[in-house]
């Protein structure tokens, strides 16, 4: 599939909750990823370092009934605990790299800490799909710096700027509904779009 769902952010503890991933929102504080909302404004970490907030531009997916094959738990000095997909990136030493390929010795970001190294990486037991789509292209889960994104997406920039460009254009309801949710969480709209990246990087 063009768009695997197993490169999305877990949102589920190893009891098997769904979307009891926490990230934290500007008007409501820290909340579940089940319960985060398009257009929300979470925390995430700015090019000089200092913490900001970014807008939800969509859940791309958000499937709380669905599981991966595989999911891995980072674990940080500070005590932090990142459950999410092997190809999923997380943000080491400001690049996107793929969970899969962190090790120990490896420095992410946390929220309360800035620089922590990775003390292991694990298997979890975990069900859910979600993946907040921000402005930025990142944000804080669990409190640790992630990318909205996973392989095989190259075009991060390009895949925000599209859907920020269909939010200058369409009303805020538009994003809120379920329906438009489902249309930018499905294979043929994710596909369709890494097709058009693919023969023209720089269409935009």
């Known amino acids: 599939a063009l768009y695997p769902i197993d490169r999305s952010v877990r949102c589920s503890d190893d009891a098997g909750r769904v979307g009891t991933a926490k990230v934290f929102t500007k008007t409501r504080g820290t909340v579940e990823m089940a319960d985060l909302r398009a257009m929300e404004e979470v925390s995430f970490l700015e090019h000089d370092g200092r913490l900001g907030f970014t807008k939800v531009l969509a859940m791309i997916p958000s499937r709380p009934n669905e599981s991966a094959d595989t999911y891995l738990a980072i674990h940080t000095e500070s005590g932090k605990r990142l459950v999410l997909t092997p190809t999923h990136y997380v ?3 400001g690049k996107e790299k793929e969970a899969s390929t962190v090790v120990p010795g490896d420095v992410v970001h946390t929220v309360d800490r800035g620089s922590d190294g ?3 990486v694990t298997a979890a037991n975990a069900t859910g799909l979600f993946s907040p789509i921000t402005l930025a292209g990142t944000l ?5 710096h992630v990318s909205s994104f996973g392989a095989p997406i ?3 920039s390009n895949f925000v700027k599209v859907v920020n460009l269909a939010h200058s254009y369409l009303p805020t309801s538009v994003f809120q509904s379920t329906t438009t949710a489902s249309i930018l969480a ?3 709209f994710i596909g369709g779009f890494l097709k058009i990246v693919s023969v023209a990087p720089n269409f935009i």
Do not use: E, H
């Open 140 to 144: 804080f889960v669990d409190g640790v």
């Open 154 to 156: 190259k075009a991060t």
């Open 91 to 93: 943000m080491v030493d």
């Open 186 to 188: 499905s294979d043929i």
């Open 118 to 120: 990775v003390l292991q």
